[in-house]
């Protein structure tokens, strides 16, 4: 008799389409990926997809020795388990764990990969299943242009194999929901599901790849910058002379008298030192000294005869110059415009 847990605890078919409708909802939604909503629905797949993992592993559906035609068409969906895991993984965000995720990812998708070979469900290649240190992986000067262009070409037929799997797809949705299909059109439909995801995780994975080694690059790069003292950058700078050339610096010098030896501040300090400031003699001078310092006075008197003088001396000024203009008319001596 089954447990009371046993009853309660969802079915492998439920996990499995749960999890699925929240990836696609995941996909298709306008709000941030960051937000909580979608987050919320990102660890919510994950964990359905674990037990459902845990669940495929206890009821042994797949195994290394039998065909993909010994599998039931109604368990082939099941294989995308892993896929579903990657994909999910992928829409994580936490900037501090993006490595980690990634990692995670790449190795969800090379698992189904694995299987998909193994059951020969498409014929591909196999990327490698572990992604060499940023140290390992090779470096070339000049890329190699057959490579890239064969890699392109392999982009662009894998896109358009994607595209047509979709489309048939979509030409058997319409019967696979109405839940009459016959069997062969079951295993039909969820074979081009299984196509397609491998398409998927060959782009996912080849991303992946991109993204880590711009990840260790960045890392490394912030390492070695920590690492190194600013006061190890910076090379000792000596003291220099600009002059045309060395025997003009041999003859004639630097072309003016000297080098400064101190600064204004220091010689500043070192005549207030000493006293030699014209503010300190006047602070320490005696009122006898200071007297003597100061500009005599002149007496009133005195200043009234020189005021009186200025006056006569300005006014036979004015009366001079009043003889001369009734004596000389205007524009005297000006013979530039006569003829």
């Keep these: 008799m089954a447990t009371e847990e046993q009853v309660l605890r969802p079915r492998l078919p439920e996990l499995f389409e749960t999890s699925r409708q929240l990836l696609d909802e995941v996909e298709v939604a306008s709000e941030p990926a960051g937000s909580r909503v979608i987050q919320d629905k990102v660890f919510r797949g994950l964990d359905l997809l674990e037990k459902a993992a845990e669940m495929l592993l206890q009821l042994d559906l797949f195994s290394r020795n039998e065909d993909l035609e010994e599998i039931t068409s109604a368990d082939l969906k099941y294989l995308m388990v892993p896929a579903l895991q990657g994909a999910l993984t992928m829409k994580l965000v936490h900037t501090s764990k993006r490595l980690d995720h990634l990692q995670r990812a790449r190795e969800h998708f090379i698992n189904y990969l694995t299987q998909c070979q193994h059951y020969h469900v498409a014929e591909f290649q196999l990327p490698e299943a572990k992604l060499a ?27 358009r194999q994607q595209k047509e799997l979709e489309h048939q797809l979509a ?122 310092a100061a500009p005599p006075h002149e007496e009133p008197e005195q200043k009234e005869e020189e005021e009186e003088d200025n006056e006569e001396d ?21 013979r530039q415009n006569m003829g």
């Excluded at 190699?144 to 896109?159: D, E, G, I, W």
């Design 133 to 159: 240190p940023a140290e390992q992986q090779p470096t070339t000067a000049s890329p190699n242009l057959v490579a890239m262009a064969s890699h392109r070409q392999a982009k662009v037929a894998r896109y």
């Design 314 to 334: 300005t006014l036979h000024r004015v009366r001079d110059w009043d003889d001369w203009k009734d004596t000389h008319p205007r524009g005297y001596g000006n």
């Design 171 to 292: 030409a058997m949705r319409a019967a696979m929901e109405s839940g009459q299909a016959e069997d062969e059109r079951v295993r039909e439909y969820h074979l081009l599901h299984l196509r397609r995801w491998i398409c998927i995780s060959l782009e996912e994975v080849e991303s992946i790849d991109q993204e880590v080694k711009i990840l260790r690059s960045r890392d490394a790069s912030r390492e070695a910058s920590t690492s190194r003292s600013p006061l190890q950058d910076r090379a000792t700078m000596k003291p220099f002379v600009l002059t045309r050339n060395k025997a003009q610096a041999t003859v004639f010098g630097a072309g003016y008298p000297s080098l400064a030896t101190m600064t204004v501040s220091d010689w500043y300090e070192q005549h207030r030192k000493s006293g030699a400031l014209p503010d300190q003699r006047l602070a320490t001078a005696t009122p006898a000294e200071f007297t003597r």
